[in-house]
């Protein structure tokens, strides 16, 4: 199982960034999301999508961010809005299915991409 981020970067205060993440070898997938952990920090949760199409957001990010889904293409971005230099941490894209051939639920996670917000 891979899952491949990629769209971070650095951006001003009030900026966009749209982050995107690809899933491969997973399958029957339930849920995708982003965490996200900043520099001495545990890893938080920012946001998620479920195969039943809710959504779950942190406080910090609700109005700001949203996670569309991709199912057909195991796709899942992150448009972020407005950011802050709060958002700034490393982001890691999630998927929660199985392998192939197999009926074991397994949370994965990709290797993470930068984003950093200037003040």
């Known amino acids: 199982v891979q899952l491949q981020a990629c769209g971070g970067g650095l951006v001003q205060a009030g900026g966009s960034l749209r982050l995107s993440c690809v899933a491969s070898?997973?399958?029957?997938?339930?849920?995708m999301g982003w965490y996200r952990q900043a520099p001495g920090k545990q890893r938080e949760l920012v946001a998620t999508?479920?195969?039943?199409?809710?959504?779950n957001y942190a406080d910090s990010v609700k109005g700001r961010f949203t996670i569309p889904r991709d199912n057909a293409q195991k796709m899942v971005f992150l448009q972020m809005n407005s950011l802050k230099p709060d958002d700034t941490a490393v982001y890691y894209c999630?998927?929660?299915?199985?392998?192939?051939?197999?009926?074991?639920?397994?949370?994965?996670w990709g290797q993470g991409t930068q984003v950093t917000v200037s003040s």
């Open positions: 999630t998927a929660r299915g199985t392998k192939q051939y197999t009926l074991y639920y397994a949370d994965y």
């Open positions: 999508s479920s195969s039943d199409g809710s959504t």
């Open positions: 070898g997973i399958f029957s997938i339930q849920t």
